[in-house]
């Protein structure tokens, strides 16, 4: 068989060869045999398909599905252990490997909407006081530097911008906790410190270790309701977040400090908010008509 790494490469558009209806899709990973394509109207499925390649010929499609895939992602929603900010840092956690993450919280940030949402409860053996609500699932090479460094710590990108849970969380608890945005680079100030103590009390963070990060982020996106990751994701509270976000970069590189310009910015994120809010059941009732989140 021909190598198809010379024929297909990430990011391209294809159409599913005998599902037209679902749309396009976006190639995700390609090996020497296969590739994985990512469907938007399917997410919760990495659909695998095996080629055969000729002179102008089509791909040919056996209609396989990888399964593998479906048990690691589960983990989210029964996690042996959710880590606080005090034992990353006591245990030296996470590992220095690749994987997925999911962020937990048992308060929820201001707006954030919690429908559909996989809620960890307590069970006899668990060590989990509260409930705790995934709102957050990321890919990282390097498990450790992506959670601790970025997330935590606020270590910055090259370009002087910070994680992108980092930055959501802090314009979302700007109004509580007071904070403004410093540019460049990226960084809440003093008010650094006000969003780690939050940090510390209301998140917890759980993770698997896996190689293929990318195709599990795109199959967790597609399981689980997630209102605070910005890609790939069709959840209503996306738009005011990224709104929201842009007003505080842009107000910030305008070199502006005045609090009043993040307050205004912030009103307005929530009064679009409380003009959607009515939207977020109808959004989960149709997702799980399709059989998509579940």
Known sequence: MENIGRIYTK??????????????????NVTDTTVHIFFRDDPDQITKIFPRICPLGPIGWDGSTDTKMEDDIGYFSKP???????????????????????????????????VGCTVVKDKEGWIFKNRWTLLYIGKAKNLKERIVDYHIDGKHYPEGTMSTLRLSLGCLLSDKLGLILYYPPESFGKGDRKLNKWLTKHARVAW???????????????????????????????????????????????????AKKFRKAYKDFAAECRSI??????????LRSRGIKK
């Open 277 to 286: 809010r009515k939207t977020y059941k109808d959004f989960v009732k149709e």
């Open 208 to 258: 698997i270790e896996v190689r293929n990060i990318k195709v599990k982020e795109l199959e967790a996106i597609g399981k689980y309701i997630l209102p605070l990751n910005l890609n790939h994701n069709e959840h209503p509270f996306i738009r005011p977040l990224s709104k929201l976000r842009s007003s505080f970069r842009r107000i910030a590189k305008n070199g502006n400090k005045e």
């Open 80 to 114: 042996d252990k959710l880590y606080s900010l005090k034992e990353l840092k006591k245990n030296n956690l996470p590992p220095d490997s690749s994987g997925i993450y999911g962020w937990y919280f048992d308060r929820l940030p201001p707006f954030v909407p919690p």
């Open 11 to 28: 990011g391209m558009i294809l159409r599913h060869p005998n599902k037209p209806e679902l749309g396009p899709g976006e190639v995700v």
